[in-house]
């Protein structure tokens, strides 16, 4: 196990033995910090943000803090201050439980649509889709995200039935040549379906399963693995003036919210992924402010997915320099955001750019 009074070092030494020790501690999926603390010596303010109470046999007492708190901490509330030893121990315990250990997998985007912001219409032929799905996993692509309907801003929803032409041809295709997990990113149950039918062993919905009441019981019927995604509004609005008081905040709450409805449908928390949805619903400030503080939706405890390539942002904080980046000139600014989320913990970056951002996080993770 862990040695978290050792990675603490003097914070611990001094701590004790108001902290007895700290161990991890998950329970059905969701990560937790269990902290031993002496109740006594707990100064009023600390006892009342502690999560929940349980006294064991032999009398001691023990707290759970879901890590959330501790990040939330982190983040800035007025209360944390430095003359509450347990805080700073939770402040460094969050920093050393959320500290990436290893470079995140790669998801690359196989958009089979005439119409995605970035490369629609190139992919629309099944053939070409396919061998371009064998071309990101030559690149180090570790899934394959196939899409069939554009979720750009302002886009029209599409119809079933062609939505289905799009992709499971190129699902079925793909499954046959290659071992690389296919995920299908869809809203519709019947999409999904059929392609976990056609080989997918993943399903992508930017709507966290709010669009189809039958896509959670699906998923948890099939035991697939689930990406949930934070929007504000939907693809044909959503980015009509989004506004938050906290972005990253509500985008965490949200997607805890969404984590329970789908554990309470049946499906694993081990098969969830969150994604907090990156130009979805999300003016500039708040993507920015979610890529710097990836960190914090660790606090979930589930897996974290950031799909930052080539989106408009980036064209936004050109634009502010007097540089115009169209959608195929944003390389450098989505490698950028692939490694801050990177060394934020995200777990898995959706890009369009395998063979590049696979080398940055190689060399950034090789820096250490």
Not at 69 to 94: K, M, T, Y
Request: aromatic share 6%; with cysteine.
């Amino acid at each position: 196990m862990f040695d978290w009074n050792a990675a603490l070092g003097p914070d611990a030494k001094r701590l004790a033995p108001r902290l007895a020790r700290v161990t991890p501690a998950p329970e059905r999926g969701f990560a937790f910090l269990t902290v031993h603390v002496d109740a006594d010596a707990l100064t009023e303010d600390e006892a009342s943000w502690i999560a929940a109470r349980e006294t064991r046999r032999d009398g001691a007492s023990v707290w759970r803090l879901p890590r959330e708190i501790a990040l939330g901490f982190a983040s800035g509330a007025a209360w944390l201050a430095d003359e509450l030893p347990l805080a700073r121990a939770l402040r460094a315990l969050a920093a050393i439980a959320d500290r990436p250990r290893a470079a995140p997998k790669l998801f690359g985007i196989v958009n089979v649509t005439p119409d995605s912001f970035s490369d629609g219409g190139k992919f629309l032929d099944p053939e070409r889709a396919v061998e371009h799905g064998l071309a990101l996993v030559a690149d180090g692509a570790d899934v394959l995200d196939v899409g069939g309907e554009s979720t750009r801003p302002g886009a029209d929803p599409v119809n079933e039935k062609d939505e289905l032409a799009r992709v499971i041809p190129v699902i079925a295709a793909l499954s046959r040549r290659t071992t690389v997990p296919i995920s299908v990113d869809t809203t519709k149950s019947s999409v999904a379906r059929a392609a976990l039918d056609a080989g997918a062993r993943i399903v992508n919905d930017i709507s966290a399963g709010r669009f189809d009441s039958a896509m959670l019981s699906l998923v948890a019927e099939r035991g697939a693995g689930f990406v949930l995604m934070h929007m504000q509004g939907t693809p044909r609005d959503m980015q009509h003036a989004p506004s938050y008081t906290d972005v990253v905040r509500e985008v965490v709450g949200f997607l805890r919210e969404r984590a329970a409805v789908c554990v309470a449908a049946g499906i694993a928390p081990e098969r969830l992924v969150v994604d907090p949805g990156i130009g979805f619903g999300k003016a500039l400030e708040h993507n920015v402010e979610l890529l710097r503080r990836t960190s914090e939706l660790r606090s979930l405890g589930c897996p974290v997915l950031v799909g930052a390539s080539r989106k408009s942002f980036v064209a936004r904080i050109d634009a502010a320099a007097g540089v115009t980046a169209g959608s195929d000139e944003r390389l450098g600014g989505s490698i950028a955001a692939a490694c801050v989320a990177a060394r934020g913990g995200a777990d898995f970056l959706r890009v369009h750019d395998v063979r590049e951002t696979a080398q940055a996080v190689r060399v950034q993770f090789a820096i250490g």
